[in-house]
């Protein structure tokens, strides 16, 4: 059964920084790519990084370029999203899942259950 579980989330205030975690089991983790989206409340998904497991290239989306990276552990089967600086629109609950990346943009799947990321004011 593949299950990916995320945690880190939490209530931050604006210009600090988070953590998420997202441990990856019933599948073959070099075999994909494991990336992050967010959904904030009345908005669209927006696919925030991926991840390639096997070559390490990475996306991210315009709006936390600078801010985040993301990371793999493949001995972990766990992929890291560090987030620092912090804006009230990074709110959103966060989901991990896997992804494809592309020359200038990534696809997302819906896997996780999310965790969700409040910044304050």
């Known amino acids: 059964e593949v299950q990916l579980v995320e945690s880190g989330g939490g209530l931050v205030q604006a210009g600090g920084s988070l953590r998420l975690s997202c441990a990856a089991s019933?599948?073959?983790?070099?075999?994909?790519?494991i990336g992050w989206f967010r959904q904030a409340p009345g908005k669209e998904r927006e696919g925030v990084s991926c991840?390639?497991?096997?070559?390490?290239?990475?996306y991210y989306a315009d709006s936390v370029k600078g801010r985040f990276t993301i990371s793999s552990d493949n001995a972990k089967n766990t992929v890291y999203l560090q987030m620092n600086s912090l804006k009230p629109e990074d709110t959103a609950v966060y989901y991990c899942?896997?992804?494809?990346?592309?020359?200038?943009?990534?696809?997302?799947?819906?896997w996780g259950q999310g965790t969700q990321v409040t910044v304050s004011s």
């Open positions: 899942t896997d992804c494809i990346i592309h020359a200038s943009r990534a696809d997302f799947g819906s």
């Open positions: 991840i390639s497991s096997s070559d390490g290239s990475t």
């Open positions: 019933g599948f073959t983790f070099d075999d994909y790519a």
